[in-house]
């Protein structure tokens, strides 16, 4: 006797059960070119930048100074990631959960974003990087802000690769102030659905990460894009965030290259 076609619910997330042909076909043990096969690659990758303090530690350092050589080490990655032809990256730069460190270090946090934003944003533009900002922006000291939409303004027509910096960034908060946005518009409570939430996130339009890389050994999200990476490919590194390179940005490409994705399926 037949059987009758499943009731599938009508609201099943539309991203996340959406697998292309060559991403389903591929090898799951093959060594794969990074430079050659451009389906291997994640269309995002959101990375939590973990262990600037450790390292600074290790070095016998002040811990800003750590912090500062985190930021030498982001400027490698993104020379490499666009190389690479990554399309979309997130960085976790300053978590709302920051705010409960020393004054001086969160003083120095924002001092080495200014100084970083106005050192590199003309590399950016030469780069093809367009800089977005995820967060409370608004919550942020004046400077900062000012530092930051001159380089949202300069940047705005890089078309190699979307540099977003989560700052002052929290997945809950995302999540409530996505909610409130909600309730502003007027939705009514039937209409909101799961593609209705991502259009009032923060990455309205971008697609959600396909790998999550944690440096510094940790095992956990910290609240970072915890609506986005339902389905992310998640890898973690010993490699402290100021010591993770283009070999170690390259390995995570190849393990996720080495994965099969299968979505619920």
Same mark, same amino acid.
């Given at each position: 006797?037949?059987?009758?076609?499943?009731?599938?619910?009508?609201? #099943?997330?539309?991203?996340?059960?959406?697998?292309?042909?060559?991403?389903?076909?591929?090898?799951?043990?093959?060594? !794969?070119?990074?430079? $050659?096969?451009?389906? /291997?690659?994640?269309?995002?990758?959101?990375? @939590?930048?973990?262990? *600037?303090?450790?390292?600074?530690?290790?070095?016998?350092?002040?811990? @800003?100074?750590?912090?500062?050589?985190?930021?030498?080490?982001?400027?490698?990655? $993104?020379?490499?990631?666009?190389?690479?032809?990554?399309?979309?990256?997130?960085?976790?730069?300053?978590?709302?959960? %920051?705010?409960?460190?020393?004054?001086?270090?969160?003083?120095? &946090?924002?001092?080495? $974003?200014? +100084?970083?934003?106005?050192?590199?944003?003309?590399?950016?533009?030469? +780069?093809?990087?367009?800089? !977005?900002?995820?967060?409370?922006?608004?919550?942020?000291?004046? #400077?900062?802000?000012?530092?930051?939409?001159?380089?949202? #303004?300069?940047?705005?027509?890089?078309?190699?690769? $979307?540099? %977003?910096?989560?700052? %002052?960034?929290?997945? !809950?908060?995302?999540?409530?102030?996505?909610?409130?946005? &909600?309730?502003? +518009?007027?939705?009514?409570?039937?209409? @909101?659905?799961?593609?209705? @939430?991502?259009? #009032?996130?923060?990455?309205?339009?971008?697609?959600?990460?396909?790998?999550?890389?944690?440096?510094?050994?940790? +095992? !956990?999200?910290? *609240?970072?894009?915890?609506?986005?990476?339902?389905?992310?490919?998640?890898?973690?590194?010993?490699? &402290?965030?100021?010591?993770?390179?283009? /070999?170690?940005?390259?390995?995570?490409?190849?393990?996720?290259?080495?994965?099969?994705?299968?979505?619920?399926?």
């Amino acid at each position: 006797m037949a059987r009758s076609p499943l009731a599938r619910p009508t609201d #099943a997330p539309p991203r996340a059960h959406v697998v292309d042909a060559a991403e389903s076909s591929r090898p799951a043990d093959a060594e !794969r070119d990074l430079l $050659l096969d451009p389906a /291997d690659l994640p269309r995002h990758v959101a990375i @939590i930048m973990d262990g *600037n303090r450790r390292w600074a530690r290790m070095q016998q350092r002040a811990e @800003i100074e750590g912090h500062a050589a985190g930021v030498e080490a982001i400027r490698t990655l $993104l020379k490499h990631a666009v190389r690479r032809g990554v399309p979309v990256m997130t960085l976790y730069a300053f978590s709302r959960e %920051n705010w409960a460190r020393s004054d001086d270090e969160v003083t120095g &946090l924002f001092g080495l $974003l200014e +100084q970083a934003v106005r050192s590199e944003t003309a590399e950016l533009r030469r +780069q093809g990087v367009r800089i !977005r900002l995820l967060g409370r922006l608004d919550e942020l000291p004046e #400077a900062t802000r000012r530092s930051i939409d001159e380089a949202l #303004a300069e940047t705005a027509d890089g078309d190699r690769l $979307l540099l %977003n910096v989560a700052f %002052n960034y929290a997945g !809950r908060t995302e999540l409530v102030d996505a909610f409130r946005r &909600l309730t502003e +518009q007027g939705i009514a409570a039937d209409a @909101i659905d799961e593609q209705a @939430i991502c259009d #009032a996130l923060y990455t309205a339009g971008l697609p959600d990460p396909d790998l999550v890389i944690r440096t510094g050994g940790e +095992q !956990r999200l910290s *609240n970072f894009l915890i609506w986005q990476s339902a389905y992310a490919e998640f890898y973690s590194t010993e490699v &402290l965030w100021p010591d993770f390179g283009a /070999d170690a940005f390259d390995a995570a490409l190849l393990e996720f290259a080495r994965r099969t994705r299968r979505f619920g399926r």
